[in-house]
C-alpha cells in the first residue's frame, strides 16, 4: 500500500515534481473596480487546476518608484513585492494597455521588483502575460512592450500561446464572467502551457 502511495506521488518516471504544486503570483495592471483585466484574473483562478496555486498582488499599495524612499530602505510593500516574486515558481501579468504600451501601474511594479539586492526578483523567472481591451487588437502592444522590459531583466516569458483578447465588452457577461466559449478554451490552453512553462525551470 505504502508502495502504491509513493509511486503515486513520485510518477512513473521517479519524477516528484510532476505533480507538485505551482506557485504562482498574479498583477493585474488596472486598479478599477470594473475592470476586464481584474475581471480576466478572475477567470484564471476559477479555470486554475488543483496543481496550480495563485497568490494576487494588490498594486494599489505600492508607491511610485522614487530612488529616494528607496535609499532610505525599500517601503514594506516593496519588500513583500521583491520576496514574492522570488519564492513564486510563475508570475501572471495581466495588463492592460495605455497608449500603446503597458499601464503605469504594472512598468511601475517592474520596476520596483528589478531593483538590487541582486540577483534581481527577475532573473530566470518564469512569466506569463496576458491582457484583454476593449479594441480588436487585445493589448497586443503592451503586450510587445511588456515582453521587451521583461526581457531586459532576463525574465523568461512564455513565447506560446500569447493570450490577447480583444473586444473585451462582448467577451464579458453583464456579472463581468468571462462568456465566449472561443476565449475559455483559449485561456485553458493558456492555463495549461503556463503551467508547463514553469515546470521547465522548476528547482532550477
Ligand atoms: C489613458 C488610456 C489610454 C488607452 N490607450 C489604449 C490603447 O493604446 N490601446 C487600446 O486597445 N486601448 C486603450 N485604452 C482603452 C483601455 O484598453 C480600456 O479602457 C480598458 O478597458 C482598460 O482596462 P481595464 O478594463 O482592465 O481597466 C486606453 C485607456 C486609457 C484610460
Not at 503597458?102 to 511594479?109: E, I, L, P, Q, Y
Not at 521587451?148 to 531583466?153: I, K, R, T, V, W
Request: aromatic share 8%; with cysteine; charged share 20%.
Amino acid at each position: 500500500m505504502f508502495y502504491l502511495l509513493q509511486m503515486a506521488q513520485v510518477g512513473s518516471h521517479g519524477d516528484d515534481m510532476t505533480n507538485s504544486t505551482i506557485q504562482a503570483l498574479a498583477f493585474v495592471g488596472s486598479l478599477r473596480v470594473a475592470s476586464y483585466n481584474q475581471a480576466l484574473l478572475r477567470a484564471v483562478i476559477e479555470r486554475s487546476p488543483r496543481e496550480l496555486e495563485i497568490d494576487v498582488f494588490n498594486l494599489a499599495p505600492l508607491p511610485f518608484y522614487n530612488a529616494d524612499l528607496e535609499a532610505d530602505g525599500d517601503p514594506d510593500s516593496v519588500l513583500t513585492l521583491k520576496s514574492k516574486i522570488h519564492s513564486s515558481d510563475l508570475v501572471f501579468i495581466v495588463t492592460p494597455e495605455y497608449n500603446q504600451g503597458m499601464s503605469a501601474v504594472t512598468k511601475n511594479m517592474i520596476d520596483w521588483a528589478s531593483r538590487p539586492p541582486r540577483p534581481q526578483a527577475w532573473d530566470g523567472k518564469p512569466v506569463a502575460i496576458m491582457g484583454t481591451t476593449p479594441s480588436p487588437l487585445g493589448t497586443a502592444a503592451a503586450q510587445r512592450a511588456l515582453r521587451e522590459c521583461l526581457g531586459s531583466n532576463n525574465a523568461r516569458v512564455m513565447p506560446q500561446p500569447r493570450l490577447l483578447l480583444g473586444g473585451a465588452s462582448s467577451l464579458f457577461g453583464q456579472d463581468f464572467k468571462l462568456a465566449d466559449e472561443a476565449a475559455i478554451e483559449r485561456l485553458e490552453k493558456f492555463i495549461s502551457s503556463a503551467i508547463e512553462w514553469a515546470r521547465l525551470f522548476q528547482g532550477s
